[in-house]
């Protein structure tokens, strides 16, 4: 995305008859970009300016909530909802900010208050309700809200495959694979999808059929961790000595701060049994 040439732009803009407004919409525009720096300096111009409105509030805490400010976030959905207690999509978003810190109950009030509010977020608060619910291991609960969400939407892959996860979770394995089919026709690029595809096969001993969805899914996103390390542990557990290493090291070199330790040390602990065997 082509990014604003100067930040001077918001300011300009907050110098016209409506400066916190025009901050706003600069903010939304920076953001629409993938600026999300510039577009909280906008968002903070704009609440300094109308510190009583909740929509500057709103949109920075959408702003700090992509950087991964999570706490940052929450302070200004919480700011936002006191000043505006009936915005929907605020609760929607505080909700989801609660489920990325792990607040799973607190995440499901937020989404039932934004359901009792009846507007046009009922599907994402379906969707994001039952992904807590699943986290929790409520599976029942999980899968009750992404058929709702799926019956107000049945064009959105991302519910497929999360419906998709709580069937392979309750070891409903042709459900699971036909939920990810669904996903990967309505986005054939889907790398998440080719990925737990791969799972239930792997799981189900089909080996081959896993690993084509796994190479599937790293020719979308050679980056894509999850799917590195299970193809690592397929290569291992199929006897790949050669090959599995290698494939250790790869995702030991892509997996994030977010990539559970046991598997990095796993990961670390296979090379070197592996490494040892091949030298005796």
Same mark, same amino acid.
């Given at each position: 995305m082509v990014l604003p040439l100067v930040l001077a732009a918001c300011l300009l803009a907050c110098e016209s008859h409506d400066q916190a407004a025009d901050c706003v919409n600069q903010g939304m525009a920076q953001a629409q970009k993938g600026d999300w720096q510039k577009a909280i300096t906008s968002f903070t111009r704009a609440v300094e300016l109308k510190p009583k409105n909740a929509i500057p509030y709103y949109n920075r805490g959408l702003a700090y909530q992509h950087t991964g400010d999570l706490a940052r976030a929450m302070a200004d959905f919480n700011r936002s909802l006191e000043l505006d207690p009936k915005n929907a999509e605020g609760y929607l978003y505080r909700g989801l900010a609660f489920e990325g810190k792990g607040e799973l109950n607190r995440a499901i009030d937020d989404f039932n208050r934004a359901l009792e509010l009846k507007t046009e977020y009922q599907e994402a608060a379906y969707h994001g309700r039952g992904v807590a619910y699943a986290k929790k291991m409520d599976l029942d609960r999980a899968l009750a809200d992404f058929n709702r969400a799926l019956d107000l939407n049945p064009k959105n892959p991302e519910t497929y495959v999360c419906r998709g996860t709580v069937y392979l979770k309750k070891a409903d394995f042709?459900?699971?694979?036909?939920?990810?089919?669904?996903?990967?026709?309505?986005? %054939?690029?889907? %790398?998440?999808?080719?990925?737990?595809?791969?799972?239930?096969?792997?799981?189900?001993?089909?080996?081959?059929?896993?690993?084509?969805?796994?190479?599937r899914a790293l020719e979308i996103d050679p980056k894509y961790w999850e799917a590195l390390y299970l193809k690592a542990d397929l290569l291992d557990k199929a006897g790949k000595t050669k090959e599995a290493p290698a494939a250790y090291r790869t995702f030991l070199r892509f997996a994030p701060p977010a990539a559970r330790d046991y598997y990095i040390q796993r990961a670390r602990e296979r090379i070197k049994t592996l490494e040892n065997q091949a030298g005796n």
């Open positions: 042709d459900r699971a694979i036909s939920d990810y089919n669904q996903a990967l026709k309505l986005n %054939p690029k889907y %790398p998440l999808a080719y990925k737990s595809r791969g799972l239930v096969y792997y799981q189900q001993g089909d080996w081959d059929r896993a690993f084509a969805d796994l190479n």
